[in-house]
């Protein structure tokens, strides 16, 4: 259900509601001032309060003004008097006003009435605060101005105002968000006809009670006002609520009805009605809050699966439902194209077997990870044990399933196919790690190589680093121009790719600059290899015309000694280098 909008009450609504306040207190005043001091029944707060909580604040002004000055009238004609209209306007605004903040306080949906919090939240700040405080400071007005006494003024008006509000508010409120155009659109028929024949009995029976019947059977009306609520829900259930409080509360003040076996004054009468009527509100509403709200979880669950159901039976990813110990409780029709088997062979097997065994560890890990954390969505990629096709990567998307008290018990997972998607990915690294021009590896990849390779030089392995910059290139471009020295620079690379092995690595590191990686070479080895390479440009790389271009290359060589990092390496190469250079170049040297 969605929440409730706060309404926008038209120009006219605050006279409206400031006049059924006024002849709501007024009645209130004429009929139950039976002590000469505050009103034993008062219902018109309710209004008040159910415009407040049903309106945006900015109207809230207008519906206070209109209210007080109904409460002043009203307690000046037929109460306490002039002397008493202003402080008792003020105390009935202060009531509803405390009801509304602490209502909207920590009610954030504004759904006061159809649940059990909002509905406990509107009890407590209605009985447990403002009738409290505003209490105490109408017995103080009463007491000044009648000969009734503090603590019987203060009860009187906890006992008229708490039931009061109990009686009347939910109802108001429920009319006020449209919950009655609500439940006649959407109920059906014999629904209706249900809730009009429960109601009318409900009637007949309390009439009885409270006027025919020979024996005090105050708690008959109560079956029938929890069947209500059972099988019409919180409208019914406070329908019957206004009923019960119009025809006992009337037999009560006229004189007959059980109550009349009580040896005490009206009042007391009364006030003892008071307590038999909440009881009765504490006995049916609180139901019809609970099964109101079950009956719209029950209709939301019932929407999310139809929503869920559609969507795993046409979509393209495999839809499981995983339990706490990983056993697959339901797989979409998409599973027979995606991994080759039937959804229904799949049932009560463990989803870990659909994944390849060197992934498995990830993919329990990432089904814990969603249990333990309910609410969040977790990710994992893995290659499956058996596939329909030339898929050899799934993408797994998991998140748990919780219960109604919050803890997790079982998985809903969509499993993707992402064999392409890696495919590219693959071919893209592969693109970024090679030179475009030469086909060595980039300065990136090579580096990435050599951090590996001191990573394996600290556990003992013996390795090399070559560093080789072309002699004299800039002559070859001067003379030949800058695509001839492209070329070259390719065919440099591919006359020393025979001379190394499938493990060793060759990088350009930029311009004319290379940089050659000898995995479980010494030093001494390198040398050889580093000889053997240059010999190999003994004959011309290429010709320009009938011109043949000649090379030679000065190097620097390091042992990766597994205690520098990479930066210290390959300066004491680029030093090696140089020192090859200023020894006339075509050489080799040894890092110091």
């Known amino acids: 259900m969605p929440r409730p909008v706060l309404r926008n009450p038209s120009a006219l609504s605050p006279i409206v509601t400031g006049s059924v306040y006024f002849v709501a207190a007024s009645a209130a005043l004429i009929i139950s001032r039976f002590e000469g001091g505050l009103a034993f029944l008062w219902g018109a707060n309710a209004f008040l309060m159910a415009e407040l909580l049903t309106s945006r604040t900015a109207h809230w002004p207008r519906a206070i003004i209109a209210c007080g000055i109904a409460s002043a009238a009203a307690t000046a004609m037929f109460g306490m008097g002039p002397m008493a209209a202003i402080p008792m306007a003020a105390i009935n605004i202060l009531e509803s006003l405390i009801v509304a903040i602490l209502c909207r306080r920590y009610v954030p949906d504004h759904r006061v009435i159809g649940a059990i919090r909002p509905l406990v939240v509107f009890i407590l700040a209605l009985t447990g605060v403002a009738d409290i405080v505003t209490g105490m400071l109408a017995a103080t007005v009463a007491s000044q101005l009648t000969s009734v006494s503090f603590g019987a003024s203060w009860l009187q008006w906890y006992t008229g105002h708490a039931l009061g509000g109990l009686t009347c508010a939910p109802i108001l409120i429920m009319l006020l968000q449209g919950e009655l155009g609500r439940w006649m659109r959407e109920t059906a028929t014999p629904a209706k006809v249900e809730a009009a024949v429960l109601l009318i009995l409900f009637t007949l029976c ?64 009364v006030q003892f009605f008071q307590f038999y009527l909440a009881l009765s509100f504490l006995l049916c509403m609180p139901v019809a809050a609970e099964l109101h709200a079950r ?42 194209e995606q991994i080759g088997c039937a959804p229904e062979l799949l049932l009560g097997q463990s989803a870990a077997n659909l ?102 030089a600290q556990t003992g392995a013996r390795s090399s680093l070559l560093l080789i910059d072309i002699d004299h290139f800039k002559s070859v471009n001067d003379s030949y121009g800058h695509g001839a020295g492209d070329r070259v620079l390719s065919a440099f690379v591919e006359r020393l790719r025979p001379g ?13 600059e290379f940089a050659i990686l000898l995995v479980d070479s010494d030093v001494d080895r390198s040398s050889l290899v580093c000889e053997r390479l240059r010999t190999a440009l003994a004959d011309p790389v290429m010709m320009v015309g009938d011109q043949p271009i000649r090379v030679t290359f000065s190097a620097g060589l390091v042992e990766l000694d597994g205690q520098s990092d990479r930066s210290a390496m390959l300066e004491a190469a680029d030093k090696a280098l140089y020192r090859a250079k200023r020894s006339g170049r075509n050489c080799m040297r040894l890092a110091a």
């Open 206 to 269: 309390t009439v009885h009670i409270f006027y025919w019947a020979r024996y005090p059977m105050l708690f008959a009306p109560l079956l029938p006002l929890v069947l209500i609520a059972f099988r019409v829900g919180q409208m019914g259930a406070a329908a019957s609520i206004v009923l019960l409080a119009a025809i006992g509360g009337t037999a009560t003040m006229s004189g007959v009805g059980p109550l009349t076996i009580i040896p005490a004054s009206t009042g007391d009468r």
């Open 295 to 336: 009956r719209r979880l029950f209709r939301l669950l019932s929407e999310s699966e139809v929503r869920f159901r559609t969507i795993a039976e046409h979509s393209g990813d495999v839809v499981l439902n995983i339990g706490v110990d990983g056993v697959i409780e339901y797989a979409s029709p998409s599973a027979h």
């Open 500 to 512: 190394l092995r499938a493990v060793d690595s060759i990088g350009r590191l930029g311009g004319e």
């Open 355 to 456: 994944v390849d065994p060197q992934d498995r560890a990830i993919v329990i890990a990432a089904h814990r990870a969603a249990l333990a954390q309910p609410g969040s969505v977790h990710q994992v990629e893995f290659r499956p044990l058996v596939t329909a096709g030339d898929f050899d990567w799934y993408e797994m998307v998991l998140r748990a399933v919780i219960d109604e008290h919050g803890d997790a018990n079982g998985v809903v997972s969509t499993i993707r196919d992402i064999s392409r998607h890696k495919a590219r990915q693959r071919a893209l690294q592969q693109v970024a790690s090679r030179d475009a021009l030469t086909g060595a590896d980039s300065r990136r990849a090579f580096l990435e190589k050599l951090d590996e390779e001191i990573a394996r």
